[in-house]
């Protein structure tokens, strides 16, 4: 089966490197927006205390990008070594292990979120005015959405890891412009305020990961990347 590894095998490294970066940097800025846009509609509710929540949240709500970075961007490191080196073997155990241990860390800190969840937010500052937007707020984008969020950003990054920067760039702008959409429905239509902004970016970041999965079922007979976990692997070190 043939592959394309040029980028990774024979274009010279400034390129390869401004191929994978520039998108990288806007997939990010695209999801700064989801925060910014929950904010901005929130605000026009004229509700500081719903602005408040938000603004607490938002430092938890961040682990899940990080848990997905930690994964994600480590598989990409791998993969893309590995394409160099032909190595397709460490290629897929580095993916599946990305995603499979990705989503295993995000239940255990969705369930803990929901069983803690009103001594956590009490840490990080709500009070008896914004506890129960808050909470709102952290039990759709967290305990409900924390696997679609966490599993749409580690495939942009597994997708991204062997040269698909086009496809992982359209995947987050997808989740972005659906946030922008949905937001307004959910809390002016539905009339369900924060909660309505939570549901938006959940069901958002859901449709992002179904994107990511079409994706990778188009591109699995030409690409190293699978989530079968018969390739998963607990190996301290890969070569």
């Known amino acids: 089966m043939k592959r394309n590894n040029e980028l990774f095998t024979t274009m010279p490294v400034g390129q390869a490197v401004a191929r994978l970066a520039i998108p990288t940097v806007v997939s990010q800025i695209i999801v700064i927006l989801y925060s910014l846009a929950d904010?901005?509609?929130?605000?026009?509710?004229?509700?500081?205390?719903?602005?408040?929540?938000?603004?607490?949240?938002?430092?938890?709500?961040?682990?899940?990008?990080?848990v997905a970075n930690l994964f994600g961007i480590g598989a990409n490191s791998v993969i893309a070594r590995?394409?160099?080196?032909?190595?397709?073997?460490?290629a897929r155990k580095a993916s599946s292990f990305c995603f499979w241990g990705s989503l295993a860390v995000t239940l255990v800190l969705s369930i803990l979120q929901a069983v803690f969840m009103k001594p956590i937010l009490l840490f990080f500052g709500a009070d008896e005015l914004t506890l129960g937007f808050t909470s709102d707020y952290l039990?759709?984008?967290?305990?409900?959405?924390?696997?679609p969020t966490v599993a749409g950003l580690v495939l942009g990054h597994l997708v991204r890891s062997v040269g698909k920067t086009r496809e992982a760039g359209i995947g987050l702008t997808?989740?972005?412009?659906?946030?922008?959409?949905?937001?307004?429905?959910?809390?002016?239509?539905?009339?369900?305020?924060?909660?309505?902004?939570?549901?938006?970016?959940?069901?958002?970041?859901?449709i992002s990961m179904c994107y990511f999965l079409f994706i990778l079922a188009r591109i699995r007979k030409t690409s190293v990347l699978?989530?079968?976990?018969?390739?998963?692997?607990?190996?301290?070190?890969?070569?």
């Open 174 to 206: 997808i989740g972005g412009v659906m946030n922008i959409i949905l937001d307004p429905i959910f809390i002016f239509t539905f009339h369900m305020d924060v909660a309505g902004a939570a549901v938006a970016t959940m069901l958002s970041n859901a």
């Open 139 to 147: 039990f759709w984008v967290f305990v409900i959405g924390g696997i």
């Open 82 to 90: 590995s394409l160099g080196q032909n190595d397709e073997a460490t």
């Open 226 to 239: 699978t989530l079968s976990p018969r390739h998963f692997s607990l190996e301290k070190s890969v070569s």
């Open 39 to 66: 904010t901005f509609f929130i605000g026009q509710i004229g509700d500081p205390n719903q602005i408040a929540a938000l603004s607490i949240t938002f430092p938890i709500y961040t682990l899940l990008t990080a």
